[in-house]
């Protein structure tokens, strides 16, 4: 019986320990600058107006072979036609 509270109390600290990072995580971003521009940039890829974004084509490893790109894809293709 005694065991059986131990670990519930040991559950139950975790969980309190979680709820306070969320509950600050929480205050950031609805009150930090940086925190919610982090977001904005990371998660939704979000610039500022004089920003500019300028991107090159991916290279290929070796002339006549697919590069890593190719392969990842041509993989998670033939992983979805086996789930269905």
């Known amino acids: 019986m005694r065991a059986a509270y131990q670990t519930t109390e040991a559950a139950t600290q975790q969980l309190r320990l979680e709820?306070?990072?969320l509950r600050e995580e929480i205050q950031a971003l609805?009150?930090?600058p940086e925190v919610i521009e982090r977001i904005a940039r990371?998660?939704?890829n979000m610039?500022?107006?004089e920003e500019l974004v300028i991107s090159f084509p991916e290279k290929k490893s070796q002339k006549g072979r697919r590069g890593e790109g190719e392969k990842g894809r041509r993989g998670e293709r033939e992983n979805e036609r086996t789930k269905n």
Do not use: G, I, S, V
């Open 19 to 21: 709820n306070q990072q």
């Open 30 to 32: 609805r009150h930090d």
């Open 42 to 44: 990371e998660e939704l």
């Open 47 to 49: 610039l500022r107006p």
